[in-house]
């Protein structure tokens, strides 16, 4: 069975400050894949990022950055400099390998809160 | 834009009454998934369609839950006579096979 923990349920932060959403994952697959998905007030599922098993270079996009360490199982995301606008419920989430369907097992996820 | 629209966005319904909500993936990914969202958690997944064929189900999917996806395209997921723990909110989300998924903006259900 696959599990996705984030232990933080919230974080509040001030702007400009930096802040790491931590994600857990439990799998027995060889391949599998790890998802973020941002979900803002609005209620849409917003996908961030896909990291496949195999890769585990980190990534920055901007103001964001993921670090994938496979001898931890961990998948934690960081923003940097935040704002406002981050302020939503970011979700981890894993799937397995391509047979799999591709169906994915979420996080409980991490509300972050930036103030001004 | 995610290519999935999703009608209605909102439905109030009293309980015992069905049901439906539509999903229209704009692009013809082969996948078609539905999950399911709690007020304070995690999206859940209910089932799967690759092309028109049903291929998983969660047992989160009761008897009263059914799903279609005829001819490949849109789909359907109804619930008859429902209940107040049915309240949630109902993602469609497509994709192909091994790519990422995108979610539909979700449709709020709300039974009292």
């Known amino acids: 069975a696959q599990k996705v923990t984030q232990a933080q349920t919230e974080i509040s932060v001030v702007e400009k400050e930096d802040v790491t959403l931590d994600c857990v994952y439990e799998?027995?697959?060889?391949?599998?894949?790890l998802f973020w998905y941002k979900q803002p007030p609005s209620g849409e599922l917003v996908f961030l990022i896909r990291?496949?098993?195999?890769?585990?270079q980190n990534e920055i996009s901007g103001r964001y950055s993921w670090n994938f360490q496979k001898s931890t199982s961990s998948f934690n995301f960081t923003i940097t400099a935040s704002q406002v606008v981050d302020s939503a419920v970011y979700f981890c989430?894993?799937?397995?390998?391509?047979?799999?369907?591709?169906?994915?097992?979420f996080g409980g996820g991490t509300r972050l809160m930036v103030k001004p | 834009d995610t290519g999935v629209s999703q009608n209605p966005r909102h439905k109030i319904t009293k309980r015992g009454q069905n049901v439906t909500f539509r999903c229209d993936p704009i692009?013809?990914?082969?996948?078609l998934y539905w999950y399911r969202q709690t007020l304070g958690q995690g999206p859940e997944f209910l089932t799967y369609?690759?092309?028109?064929?049903?291929?998983?189900k969660s047992r989160l999917l009761s008897d009263r839950f059914s799903a279609e996806r005829p001819k490949g395209s849109f789909s359907t997921l109804e619930i008859q006579r429902t209940e107040q723990g049915d309240s949630a909110m109902y993602l469609c989300?497509?994709?192909?096979?091994?790519?990422?998924?995108?979610f539909g903006e979700g449709s709020w259900l709300t039974v009292v």
């Open positions: 989430a894993l799937s397995g390998g391509y047979n799999a369907g591709n169906m994915l097992t």
């Open positions: 799998t027995r697959d060889t391949t599998y894949y």
């Open positions: 990291r496949n098993s195999f890769d585990e």
């Open positions: 692009s013809e990914h082969n996948r």
């Open positions: 369609f690759q092309n028109e064929a049903q291929l998983e």
């Open positions: 989300a497509h994709g192909r096979s091994g790519n990422t998924i995108y």
